[in-house]
């Protein structure tokens, strides 16, 4: 099992190199000009010269490799230094956004936390929602939960969070003023009518979420329990006299849960690439937020970072989910 | 003498009692006993007439502006209302629609292309199977709707000089849509092309000196079709929503040119003011991609012959 992870991981190296070069060349072909908002009275060499500080005017391949070292050697350095309060990078040139004239890395990190709050919260209630929703409409096959379980996680699945996440502005905070329809960042939870407060504006951004999460864990944790209740074992167990109880939650709940850990691994980065919306439309301003924002200004090294960071997260997950499949299931010997 | 012996009535063919059945009579019988996938199609195609058919019908221009009759609420003269300019809503809705389909069959049929022509490709040539499948596998991993916001920002200024704002848009959503999500298809196709690839029948075909051209248009290809029509259905649904996350968020197509999400990006704008503005083409967009999967999902079990059987 080892060797097989390592040699993933061996292997995640040159896809996620290839990735970010795919990534790199396209932007290249970006047609804006990150000069274009400086004022016109601004003398060309000077331009010139702001050109040439944020790393623009060497030939492609350059920049890729100076982009490619900046965030491979560059940035682990200062985040060491951070940790540990060294001095490693010693004031290295870090990879900069145009329009924060700050390092990517830096605004990254203020981000983060919204989106990393709002994201990981809503794919936990989702997933919680899904598994009881699951494993009782597959125990209870063609019974009313059943179906209008299957209805709803079908709608759930149907209705984009940009319709939904609209809807309930609409109902929550235009019609019954119950809850806030902004995102508020700074808002910090000091005590217990702050702490409410980010509760209030959490709950709309989390539930649309986490919506798109319960429909489809729910509908593959059912089809795995079906598989599962028809089989040999079960009735085994049913047969040795165990209790009802223990024979769903356990016997068959453990053997169910395993392409359902896969699935769920694979869509963490999934999450992250629809929060791209919902962050839009709630304004929370984490790293959706930030994407779009600059992929609007052409702020290309940020879209570079961002994208290749969401496109680790993949790979990574990935793996995750392959290992997990090769721990959870003794079937499966990847070796 | 003896008499003949009686014919042994258990090994003789009882005569068959109703006339045979074509493949797809079959299916089409599964396909009736589900319910939700009747209702779907039902719906889907009611959407698909009241979009195609109804401007005909309905006597007012989408782009028609009426400025005295702006900002109103549904009456017999604009059932859905107006909007900012006095356009008519029901009309745009259903220009909006024209365009929101259009975009997902196109796209869909990019897509399925694609991925069947990668996926029959990588089942029956091994020496393509390896690159192909790591091709696959690299798509797999781009972070999809990033990317479709860079390349609609990208090349839509390029587009549109050489085939007009409407039409360029329109290429340029549809390619993108269809370059991203022809994965699923491919890996399906291949699997089920590598295990047809075995069976005798195609044997037998490779024997009598069948090239590999017809041997793929003629035997693979239509025993592939079952799963490439249920990734077609979910294909629609997926562009439908691609397209209209993209109009959402301002980079699909132009404001004047409605399209559903457009409509919708364009009424959360007035949603303190006009919140019942947001509920139509929201509406209209999960209705259509609701009955398109339920559509699917009917067409998965009616076409899969282990559930036809039962």
């Known amino acids: 099992m080892l060797t097989y992870t390592i040699r993933r991981l061996v292997l995640a190296i040159p896809t996620l190199l290839f990735i970010s070069l795919v990534i790199f060349l396209l932007l290249e072909l970006a047609p804006g000009d990150p000069m274009a908002e400086v004022p016109l009275t601004v003398p060309p060499e000077v331009k010139e ?13 350059i920049r890729f490799f100076k982009w490619m070292w900046q965030f491979f050697v560059i940035e682990p350095m200062v985040f060491i230094d951070w940790l540990f309060g060294t001095d490693l990078a010693g004031g290295e040139q870090r990879v900069l956004s145009w329009q924060f004239r700050s390092p990517v890395m830096d605004v990254v990190v203020q981000r983060m936390p919204q989106t990393l709050w709002v994201v990981a919260m809503s794919y936990v209630v989702g997933v919680l929602i899904a598994l009881p929703i699951g494993i009782y409409s597959a125990y209870r096959q063609y019974s009313l939960f059943d179906q209008a379980g299957t209805f709803i996680t079908m709608v759930g699945y149907s209705v984009p969070p940009f319709f939904s996440g609209v809807l309930v502005i609409v109902i929550f905070s235009v019609q019954l003023g119950w809850l806030p329809s902004i995102y508020d960042t700074t808002l910090v939870v000091v005590d217990w009518a702050t702490f409410k407060q980010q509760l209030m504006q959490m709950v709309m951004p989390v539930m649309v979420l986490a919506l798109q999460t319960t429909a489809q864990i729910s509908r593959f944790m059912r089809a795995s329990m079906l598989d599962n209740l028809n089989q040999d074992y079960v009735r085994t167990a049913r047969a040795k006299g165990l209790s009802e109880m223990t024979v769903v939650m356990v016997h068959v709940l453990r053997n169910s849960m395993i392409p359902v850990i896969t699935v769920i691994a694979l869509g963490v980065p999934q999450i992250f690439g629809g929060a791209i919306i919902t962050e839009q439309i709630f304004k929370v301003n984490g790293l959706g937020q930030l994407l779009i924002t600059a992929i609007q200004a052409n702020d290309l090294p940020m879209v570079h970072t961002v994208t290749f960071m969401l496109a680790v997260l993949i790979v990574l997950f990935n793996i995750v989910a ?14 | 003498m003896t008499d003949a012996p009686e014919p042994i009535t ?22 009736k006993t ?27 221009d989408a782009t028609f502006i009426d400025v005295r009759a702006r900002n109103q609420g549904p009456s017999w003269a604009h059932p859905f209302g107006t909007d900012q300019l006095g356009r008519d809503t029901l009309a745009r809705m259903m220009a909006g629609g024209q365009t929101s389909i259009a975009v997902g069959l196109t796209a869909m049929l990019l897509a399925l292309g694609l991925g069947s022509l990668v996926g029959v490709l990588a ?26 916001l860079v390349m609609v920002l990208l090349f839509r200024e390029t587009l549109n000089g050489a085939f007009g704002p409407e039409k360029g848009i329109f290429i340029l959503i549809v390619v993108a849509i269809g370059v991203t999500s022809w994965m699923p298809t491919a890996r399906i196709v291949r699997g089920d092309v590598l295990a047809l690839k075995e069976r005798e029948f195609i044997l037998a075909a490779r024997s009598i ?14 025993n592939v079709m079952s799963p490439i029509m249920v990734s077609a259905t979910l294909g629609i649904a997926n562009a439908i929503i691609t397209e209209s996350a993209l109009s959402f968020l301002g980079l699909g197509f132009p404001p004047d040119f409605p399209t559903w999400g457009r409509l919708l990006n364009d009424a959360t704008v007035y949603l303190q003011d006009y919140p019942e503005r947001v509920f139509w083409p929201g509406l209209a967009i999960s209705l259509t991609v609701l009955s398109i999967n339920y559509l699917g999902d009917g ?3 009616a076409l899969d012959p282990r559930i036809r059987g039962r």
Do not use: C
């Open chain 2, 123 to 148: 089942g029956f040539f091994r020496r393509l199977d390896g690159p192909l499948m790591r091709l696959t596998d690299l798509f797999l991993s781009l972070p999809l709707l990033p990317l479709l």
């Open chain 2, 10 to 31: 258990a090994l003789t063919d009882p005569e068959p009692t109703a006339p045979p059945h074509s493949q797809w009579r079959d299916v089409w019988d599964q396909f």
């Open chain 2, 209 to 222: 000196g069948t090239t590999n051209y017809n041997l793929i248009t003629r035997h693979i290809l239509p």
């Open chain 1, 322 to 335: 392959d290992v997990l499949y090769g721990v959870l299931d003794p079937r499966i010997r990847y070796d």
């Open chain 2, 34 to 60: 589900h319910r939700g996938a009747l209702i779907g199609t039902f719906i889907f195609f009611v959407i698909m007439a009241a979009v195609f058919v109804g401007p005909w019908l309905w006597g007012i």
């Open chain 1, 49 to 61: 010269k702001m050109r040439l500080a944020l790393g623009l005017g060497e030939p492609t391949h």
């Open chain 2, 299 to 301: 067409l998965r079990d």
